[in-house]
């Protein structure tokens, strides 16, 4: 089944900077999606895309489909502290798994 | 705004207890989802579901179970709690979007079992 590399595993960045983060996977997708997830609580979409070559934004967040579609990447800009937390990248899984998640990269903002 | 709430959000069960988890989401969604996410594993499918009354396993359904009455609540059933269940459990609602369903998670359950 598809299997989704995600990295970095995790990142310590001074607040204000830019994050990359990306996610790779063995097959082709039609969809990537994008959460977040703060301690403690379930995770939140943060940006769907459905077209290969899309780069959509959702505030200082901008999420890209590659156009391989084998790969996807989460951008931050000017990085804050509420910003800490774990990102997963989800992707169209098969057979009894309608969705694939990587492993998440643990972001953490130093102040 | 979608909205997926679960009944409890910490829990602490002795072994051997049924127990039960419910999720209600508001935004009319067909399929519903419940994980478990252990530190280092990631989130694991335990059971989906389509339609009312409908389930469907996924990669680790043993030692629980489902029930899809409503379309708005998907219960999770944990007939006989054992320790090895202590986790964090988010229950999912979603929609198919291409080949893939957009899914939104509620807050999630911390389930302790002693």
């Known amino acids: 089944g598809q299997q989704l590399n995600q990295s970095p595993q995790s990142m310590f960045i001074q607040e204000g900077e830019d994050v990359s983060m990306n996610c790779t996977s063995s097959s082709i997708f039609n969809t990537w999606l994008w959460y977040k997830q703060d301690p403690g609580e379930g995770p939140v979409l943060l940006i769907a895309l459905y077209k290969a070559g899309e780069l959509t934004s959702n505030g200082r967040l901008t999420a890209q489909f590659g156009i391989t579609r084998k790969d996807s990447f989460l951008n931050i800009s000017a990085s804050i502290p509420s910003d800490v937390g774990i990102y997963f990248c989800?992707?169209?899984?098969?057979?009894?798994?309608?969705?694939?998640f990587g492993k998440g990269t643990r972001l953490s903002v130093i102040a | 705004d979608v909205k997926v709430t679960q009944s409890s959000r910490y829990l602490v069960k002795r072994t051997g207890e049924k127990v039960f988890l419910e999720c209600v989401q508001d935004m009319d969604h067909e399929n519903m989802f419940w994980y478990r996410q252990d530190p280092g594993l990631g989130l694991r499918l335990i059971y989906f579901s389509y339609d009312v009354k409908m389930k469907e396993k996924g990669d680790i359904p043993e030692g629980y179970s489902v029930s899809r009455e409503k379309k708005e609540r998907f219960s999770l059933i944990l007939e006989s709690a054992s320790t090895n269940q202590t986790s964090m459990y988010l229950c999912?609602?979603?929609?198919?979007?291409?080949?893939?369903?957009?899914?939104?998670f509620g807050p999630g359950t911390r389930l302790t079992v002693l």
């Open positions: 989800a992707g169209p899984g098969s057979g009894n798994t309608p969705l694939v």
């Open positions: 999912a609602s979603g929609y198919l979007a291409g080949v893939a369903d957009t899914q939104y």
